[in-house]
């Protein structure tokens, strides 16, 4: 099947997706009732492994970063396309992990990121063969780890410092949201800074202070740094911790920062301008002040008219689903740093709600049919550019 | 009737743990057991019981209808037997894939009880396996190793007739503890009575778990509480059929379902105790006729004082199914085969 007949077949290929229903929903609770907080994704990545051995896939190995990897292989011809999709998520006490069937949707902790999307991807090369479609160029399929926070995308960038040749494209998947196309990714350093009492710190000092104090005094100077609307950029204070109760003073007081930009001057400015104001306050306060990086991400895009995009795009409107294009923070900047094409899509719709906690996510299960057919489409798709 | 010597119990609780108790993992290799159910020529039905399970059901008949019916077919179906749940319970799980039942609608001409144990004994006279698994269906980390791990001893060895699960329930203890046994009815009620009068069955470690299964031969002829007293019934009732022997238990690690609350707790306790003193009654165990008032008397606080609440609490008792008539009917029994004992 060619892509512009598979754009003409979008039904049949939807209700062979839907028929997949229950094996992918009981894949996707499995994976997600199994802890994989970032660093510590082995027992996901091996209960993937055999999920995805299951669906077809051949050579299934888990690394050394118990990253998955596994191959469709293709009849012959062009550069191997890529699917990656993020293994890691954040911890959960196991009591809690429960994710709750409903005929339409699934309900539980971050049940949309990313459970959802690593069972679908491992079914779309059977959801091709079914459709009688053939590949010519070989399909690697990436459950990536160390996505998420100081991870820093370890596990993806290690996949591609490794590999011997060079991905046609690259399509990083997102359980949601279904009609999300991102072809530029944001720059970001991510970091702490962590303000301590010195042991020799003179407490009978008139004025003398806890940590916080000097931590505030940081983020005074940091919402003065000048930060441009173009190219976007935004400094995000993500947490805060520090001090016990009343009556004491705070021995240590933790602040996150992330810095995100779509220039990599700006980062680089925006980084010097907060170590220089961590030096003032640390000099001004007599305390210990330590800005430390705990991840790095450079910007990238493609244009806008670049051919994986414009086949994302008529894919997206030819299912009739609104397209959001914005730029993203996550697994495309490591694509973009080796200089490789791809873009980010998602798989269905998702909602985070007030009453339903902080953490627990309602995922739609009928639009998945939608994603899964948007993929099969953009593979074709893709096969076709590579070979030729 | 004369009781063991502490000591004989002692050695024979010992053998039975070491070779009647196992891990689920002993059971993995759905394959083997597929084969073996091939090889007996047997049937395996799985039974959910409901009221108001909207939460967990969707997500039990899923997992174990793709991985046990779907991947490996050992289960033949899945029944569920609502007792009038007002939620979406019966709409979900007939939209996974289960034979959906209201109890009312089972033996109509029997009349209807309301709990757990009428379920149980509707579902035997539904679901037609000659292996039948029971299931819990709050159970909120439902994994396909509740129900192979069940079955596994009885597809291994054909001297067994029932098996009970056991597990840890973490929301019941401290985080990195191992419970002690059973829950708190259990360990409160269930096993100081056994350990008076019948200690061979405090080698069970959950004798009161919602998940077991059985031999249709064996379930067929069992009178049937129809509410709390159901799985303590079946124990003293199969041990007295045969003995010790008759029973394996298989280790399911971890169990997360809602906790019930105390005045709950006491009302099953009340049930499962009468169901107890008519058992060891009609065992021997007790000598002299007990009565007793059917009522359980349970002290609240108010701002105001305390507040007596009682609660009529009887448990009438299913006779076999072998005795039903329209069971007879449905399995082609005679009436001969309602009295073999």
């Not at chain 1, 009688?132 to 160029?137: I, S, T």
């Not at chain 2, 609502?82 to 089972?106: L, P």
């Amino acid at each position: 099947m060619r892509f512009l007949e598979a754009i003409e077949s979008l039904d049949s290929i939807r209700s062979q997706a839907a028929s997949l229903r229950d094996r992918l929903l009981s894949h996707a609770v499995c994976l997600g009732e199994t802890a994989a907080a970032t660093g510590q994704e082995s027992e996901r990545a091996h209960l993937l492994a055999q999920i995805w051995s299951d669906a077809g896939l051949e050579h299934v190995e888990v690394d050394d970063f118990a990253n998955v990897i596994a191959l469709w292989p293709g009849e012959g011809g062009g550069s191997p396309i890529v699917i990656s999709v993020p293994l890691d998520t954040l911890e959960i006490p196991e009591s809690e992990r429960e994710i709750q069937v409903y005929p339409d949707c699934l309900v539980g902790p971050f049940v949309g990121d990313n459970c959802v999307a690593l069972a679908v991807v491992g079914y779309v090369p059977w959801l091709m063969t079914a459709l009688g479609v053939q590949l010519r160029a070989n399909l690697v399929l990436v459950a990536s780890s160390r996505s998420l926070g100081a991870g820093n995308q370890a596990g993806l960038r290690a996949v591609f410092q490794r590999i011997p040749w060079r991905p046609s494209a690259v399509y990083c998947i997102e359980t949601v949201q279904l009609g999300r196309l991102n072809y530029r990714a944001v720059g970001l350093v991510r970091g702490s800074i962590r303000c301590q009492i010195p042991p020799d710190y003179d407490w009978a000092r008139y004025g003398a202070s806890g940590t916080i104090e000097a931590v505030a005094e940081v983020i005074t100077g940091l919402v003065q740094i000048p930060v441009p609307q173009r190219p976007l950029t935004s400094i995000v204070l993500s947490s805060i911790h520090g001090g016990v109760a009343f009556g004491t003073v705070a021995s240590e007081t933790e602040l996150e920062v992330e810095i995100r930009s779509e220039s990599a001057a700006e980062l680089e400015r925006i980084r010097a301008a907060v170590a220089g104001i961590v030096e003032s306050v640390a000099a001004s306060s007599g305390k210990r002040l330590e800005w430390s990086i705990a991840a790095r991400q450079h910007p990238g895009a493609l244009d806008a008219g670049h051919p994986l995009v414009a086949q994302a795009r008529r894919v997206l409107e030819a299912l009739g689903q609104p397209i959001m294009v914005y730029p993203t923070t996550a697994q495309l900047a490591v694509v973009f740093e080796h200089q490789l094409p791809g873009v980010t899509l998602g798989l269905t719709r998702a909602e985070r709600r007030v009453d339903m906690g902080e953490v627990r996510e309602k995922l739609e299960i009928a639009p998945l049919w939608d994603g899964m057919t948007q993929l099969v489409l953009n593979m074709i798709g893709a096969d076709e550019m590579a070979v030729a | 009737m004369n009781l063991r010597a502490p000591t004989y119990v002692a050695e024979q609780v010992r053998h039975w743990l070491r070779t009647h108790t196992y891990h689920h993992t002993r059971f993995a290799d759905v394959r083997r057991l597929v084969e073996l159910k091939e090889k007996f020529d047997e049937k395996i039905s799985l039974c959910l019981p409901t009221l108001n399970e909207e939460a967990t059901i969707g997500k039990e008949i899923l997992l174990l209808r793709t991985e046990l019916m779907q991947r490996h077919p050992l289960l033949d179906e899945i029944v569920v037997i609502d007792s009038g749940s007002s939620d979406r319970t019966c709409e979900i799980a007939a939209e996974f894939g289960a034979h959906v039942w209201r109890s009312d609608d089972v033996l109509p001409s029997h009349g209807t009880y309301r709990g757990k144990g009428e379920n149980l004994w509707k579902a035997l006279f539904v679901c037609s396996g000659g292996i039948v698994v029971f299931v819990d269906a709050d159970i909120r980390n439902i994994r396909p190793s509740f129900v192979y791990g069940l079955v596994g001893p009885l597809l291994e060895d054909p001297s067994v007739e029932y098996v009970k699960a056991f597990y840890d329930r973490p929301l019941e203890i401290r985080p990195g503890e191992r419970g002690v046994g059973g829950g708190r009815v259990t360990e409160l009620v269930v096993r100081p009575m056994l350990s008076l009068w019948v200690p061979e069955l405090t080698a069970l470690v959950q004798p009161l778990s919602g998940e077991y299964a059985a031999r249709r031969s064996v379930l067929e002829r069992l009178a049937f509480p129809v509410g709390y007293g159901v799985e303590i019934a079946h124990l003293l009732d199969v041990y007295h059929r045969g003995s010790l022997n008759s029973f394996a238990q298989v280790d399911l690690d971890v169990r997360i379902h809602r906790n019930q609350s105390l005045d709950a707790l006491g009302r099953m306790s009340f049930g499962i105790l009468q169901t107890m003193l008519r058992r060891l009654q009609q065992y021997g165990y007790i000598e002299s006729k007990l009565e007793w008032h059917g009522v359980l008397h349970q002290c609240r606080r108010h701002d105001e004082g305390c507040v007596l609440v009682d609660t009529p609490w009887d448990e009438p008792e299913r006779p076999p199914m072998i005795e039903v008539p329209e069971y007879r009917r449905r399995v082609g029994a005679s009436s001969r085969d309602a009295s073999t004992p």
